[in-house]
């Protein structure tokens, strides 16, 4: 902390006008809240001038780091022609027949402004779609700050009883109506989940889930069980809906190929806005009907002012672009270096710990235990405070990374960024073991 800091008179000013100084609860920090200037490729420089390399991303959003000419041309371009025309534009055809191209599953998609929405607007297309009430979802899964999506996000140890996870409210105020319609399911536990499915079934709408949880972990599902979803899901009359709004960044054809699994519904975001907010919602053109109003009102009526606007469209379709399979190849081979590195790094400490993930994401763990699910995941107070001198070590050594330990990398970085992120790691793992 510095206190000449203009970040820290930033957030001193920031108190005045927003709660605790805070827009995001996600960007919060003490003693103050970093402020960024600029980005510039894979470098996000804050208010002192103090450049870090961006692990972070923009928690996953940003896939070719910051300004990248491809993108600020496409937005610029279209701002040139106005950004919100209150009529649909060509661009969203673009994005959609690259996204039902893409991805396997998904014949007919719908437009929204966050993951959050894309989620919402996937639960109730699941509803509307069944005539059910109940949506199943995996414990500690995060699927945005839709009420239903965010049943059993933080579980407490001391309620780890035998027996299914409790559906527990995550934001106080959240209605008992809400809980009683959403069934919190084991993560990677197939006999568990299986059992909730059945005995749930007559009035399941659908089954929410990310096949590579971040919250949970950042471990990916096995695939048994995943299969294990989209069986019971069958077998109940229910739909099986992917969040991918992460995820999706795992591969050209997003994270269906990789299991080999495919949903009714999957939700988008992130990413596929080029940097801009948005969400999409795509699936099965029979479920997605639900949505099409050319026969009058439809089962599932949807506006949104700032859906499919034509800037995260033209940046959205860029990003896209760029992201062919040689990108995705470079990302994997890059995200398994670190994560290698990471490994090596904490066995050369001689501090517990790992990395997982796949693809671009990473998470790093400050525990030796095996990794399965939310339980496993959980940190105890000693490795939590670890966790957080690491975090900070980081912050110091010129890398920023999400404080609960998730990394996300960008098409700009080098080699020699990777190897400045692995020496900051080490120096990071020295000052976590202090701590
Ligand atoms: N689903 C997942 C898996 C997410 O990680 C997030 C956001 N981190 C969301 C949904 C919600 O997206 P947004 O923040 O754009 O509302």
Redesign the pocket.
Known sequence: PDPASRSKAAHDRARASLPGGNTRTTVFMKPYQIYAERGEGCRVIDLDGVARIDCINN???LIHGHAHPALVEAACAQMRLGSAPGLPTLSEIDLAELLCGRVASVDRIRFSN??????MNALKAARAFTGRPKIAKCEG?????YDYAEVSLETRPETWTQGPPASVPYAKGTPQGVLDDVVTLPFNDIDGAVSLIRAHGADLACVLV?PM??RAGLVPADRAYLQALREATREVGALLVF?E???FRLGYGGAQPFWGVEADLT?F??IMGGGF?V?ATGGRADVMAVFDPSEGKPALPAGGTFSANPVTMRAGLAAMELLDHAAFERLDAMGEKIRAGVDEAFRKAGVPGCATGKGSLLKIHFTDRPVRDYRSAHLGAAEAQRQAAFFRALLNEGVLMASYGLMALSTPMTDDDLDAILAAVAAGLEAAKAA
């Open positions: 928690f996953t959003s966050s993951g959050t929405e894309a989620v899964a995060y699927h945005g700050s990310d949880p971040n969040d709004v992460i995820s939700t975001g992130k907010p969400g």
